[in-house]
């Protein structure tokens, strides 16, 4: 075991550290920088990269092994991989893999677990007692629902509702916490409350929790299956509380395969999907033969045609 001083800063008191050894595998030099380094999100959170495996040249291995000979007229590793993202060849991504810890709310958690490309082990409440921490926005992200998008948020309140949502949404979740601790008969250390209290099993107990509190989990990916989740999940229509954990992992991830995630952002993430529809629409309308009015007859319906004008610009 690493002697106290070889600990990173922001590791939490309790979390192992390993001697640093020789290695003979791959080593992406600006990964090491966040290898068991604790990233702060949103007011409890964090993201940290336990482990990981391989670099832009490991996929370019496994790339080549496929086109054997191939690859002798791709001198330019840089315009092998743009291809292979381009053009969506994406096995030789998955030879890279990624382990995260991350502390986060249950409801970004039960976001998260939708995608089921993953390993991952959740701390537990049947065998633990939760920590009395629980999420609470920034007011700024406190808004209406939205008229138009059943997913998402419209305006923002006045600092004085706001304050009142904050208000409500504390006091409950320190009731809902209150009543945990008392059906547990236990303190967050694990200490008796009352000599003759509830203390009925923490899997019963837990039940009334709210999602706002803190979870973690071991998370494991390959890059792969990675850039699905930030593709969906690091885009400006996902929901706040996911999206900042999201472009915090992505930062990490330009800084461990560099040029995949230029060619990333390039051909999937800032890119737009067009359907066939849309194809037809944009010759013709280069052509001087249709006119954003048209739209309706290449089969596209209103709320098609309204992304397509705010897509580009027409």
């Known amino acids: 075991m690493a002697a106290e001083q070889d600990?990173?800063?922001?590791?939490?008191?309790?979390a192992p550290v390993r001697e640093q050894t020789a290695t003979f595998r791959p080593v992406a030099e600006g990964m090491e920088q966040h290898v068991n380094v604790y990233h702060?999100?949103?007011?409890?959170?964090?993201?940290?990269?336990?482990?990981?495996?391989?670099?832009?040249?490991?996929?370019?291995q496994m790339a080549r092994m496929s086109y054997g000979k191939g690859t002798k007229s791709l001198a330019d590793d840089r315009a092998l991989l743009?291809?292979?993202?381009?053009?969506?060849?994406?096995?030789?991504?998955?030879?890279?893999?990624i382990k995260l810890h991350v502390k986060l709310p249950i409801f970004v958690m039960r976001q998260w677990v939708r995608h089921r490309t993953a390993s991952l082990?959740?701390?537990?409440?049947?065998?633990?007692?939760?920590?009395?921490?629980?999420?609470?926005?920034?007011?700024?992200?406190?808004?209406?629902?939205?008229?138009?998008?059943?997913?998402?948020r419209g305006d923002t309140?006045?600092?004085?509702?706001?304050?009142?949502?904050?208000?409500?949404?504390?006091?409950?979740?320190?009731r809902s916490f209150g009543t945990y601790h008392k059906l547990l008969n236990a303190d967050e250390d694990g200490n008796p409350i009352e000599e003759?209290?509830?203390?009925?099993?923490?899997?019963?107990?837990?039940i009334g929790l709210p999602v706002s509190a803190y979870t973690q989990?071991?998370?494991?990916t390959?890059?792969?299956?990675?850039?699905?989740?930030?593709?969906?999940?690091?885009?400006?229509?996902?929901?706040?509380?996911?999206?900042?954990?999201a472009e915090k992992i992505l930062e990490i991830m330009a800084d461990w395969v560099p040029v995949t995630t230029e060619a990333f952002r390039d051909y999937q993430l800032e890119a737009a999907r067009v359907s066939r529809m849309e194809i037809a629409l944009l010759r013709d309308l280069l052509a001087g033969k249709a006119s954003i009015a048209d739209a309706a007859s290449y089969g596209m319906g209103t709320r098609e045609i309204r992304e397509f004008q705010t897509r580009f610009g027409v």
Not at 84 to 97: D, I, Y
Not at 128 to 149: C, G, H, R, T, W
Not at 158 to 173: F, G, K, T
Request: hydrophobic share 40%; proline share 7%.
């Open 222 to 245: 390959n890059l792969h299956n990675l850039m699905h989740f930030l593709r969906l999940r690091a885009d400006p229509h996902a929901q706040y509380e996911i999206r900042v954990f």
């Open 40 to 60: 702060p999100v949103l007011d409890h959170g964090f993201v940290a990269v336990k482990d990981y495996m391989g670099d832009d040249v490991s996929v370019l």
């Open 121 to 152: 082990n959740e701390y537990s409440a049947r065998y633990s007692i939760m920590p009395d921490e629980f999420y609470l926005p920034e007011p700024a992200q406190l808004a209406v629902q939205s008229k138009d998008n059943k997913q998402g």
């Open 82 to 97: 743009r291809y292979l993202m381009r053009h969506l060849h994406t096995s030789p991504f998955e030879g890279c893999v």
């Open 217 to 220: 989990m071991y998370w494991q």
């Open 7 to 14: 600990r990173p800063e922001s590791m939490p008191a309790d």
């Open 157 to 174: 309140l006045s600092p004085e509702q706001a304050a009142e949502v904050l208000r409500l949404l504390r006091e409950d979740a320190q």
């Open 196 to 206: 003759d209290g509830f203390g009925i099993a923490r899997e019963l107990a837990r």
